[in-house]
């Protein structure tokens, strides 16, 4: 094998779907990941993501080499056994990148044409990142 040989993908099974944890603290990485038209518009954009672990104590959602967010906890062990069987390949899944009050969330699993759900309750622990400019920290409002 050399060394651009590229990974497969095995494609995750995520049942019904869920809705990804963290959504404050990702803010940044989920803006940065839609073009300028996905973020002018109101409607979810369907979106690739990959599962991923490092090595660290959660499995994080990549899109568009962005983490978008973090696989809640009724779905960590699930996800974990499906990366450990897949090797060396990518587990993917499909997504949609929504708006939620003045936020995006991300869905994880087949596109839906209604709403989405609530997150449930423990899937956003994470302070949302402090506003800056030019690396310098902006007091809060």
Known sequence: MGMFTRRGRVTADVGDGFV????AALQIGLSAALTGAERGSSAPVRVDLTFETEGGEHVVLVCRNHTV???PPSHEESVRAQIAAAGRAHLATLGQVYRDGAGWRLWVGPP?????????PGADTLAPPQRRIFGLALPDD
Request: glycine share 24%; net charge negative; proline share 12%.
């Open 112 to 120: 839906r044409a209604g709403g989405f759900p609530a997150p449930e």
């Open 20 to 23: 990804a944890g963290e959504a």
């Open 69 to 71: 967010g973090f696989v």
